[in-house]
């Protein structure tokens, strides 16, 4: 069992930066696939960034060159920095996890995270 904690949401103006964190529970944090997802009410949700146990990351199109996925396995932590937000990025940001997840399925998201977080709000004003 694995818990997901995410913080560091909040307002930001257009063009700002953010970082998120993610501190999981459990002595096995280093062989999960890690990735976050984003939520606006009505849309449909996003798998935006995802990093294997390995570090190999992806992302989404909509957010290349502007977001970074990273881990710190001794501290069970992902953290995704968010950089040159626009309005769109404006969501309820969550944390997710699998166990052993490949590279090549890190975006699935037709493919099931195992672990979700509770979910961090960001809103980023024009």
């Known amino acids: 069992q694995v818990q997901l904690v995410e913080s560091g949401g909040g307002l930001v103006q257009a063009g700002g930066s953010l970082r998120l964190s993610c501190a999981a529970s459990?002595?096995?944090?280093?062989?999960?696939?890690m990735a976050w997802f984003r939520q606006v009410p009505g849309k449909q949700r996003e798998l935006v960034a995802g990093?294997?146990?390995?570090?190999?990351?992806n992302y989404a199109d909509s957010v290349k060159g502007r977001f970074t996925i990273s881990r710190d396995n001794a501290k069970n932590t992902v953290y995704l920095q968010m950089n040159s937000l626009k309005p769109e990025d404006t969501a309820v940001y969550y944390c997710?996890?699998?166990?052993?997840?490949?590279?090549?399925?890190?975006?699935?998201?037709?493919?099931?995270?195992?672990?979700w977080g509770q979910g961090t709000q960001v809103t980023v004003s024009s």
């Open positions: 459990g002595r096995t944090f280093r062989y999960y696939a």
């Open positions: 997710v996890a699998d166990y052993g997840r490949s590279f090549e399925l890190l975006l699935r998201e037709d493919i099931g995270y195992d672990y």
């Open positions: 990093i294997t146990s390995g570090g190999r990351t």
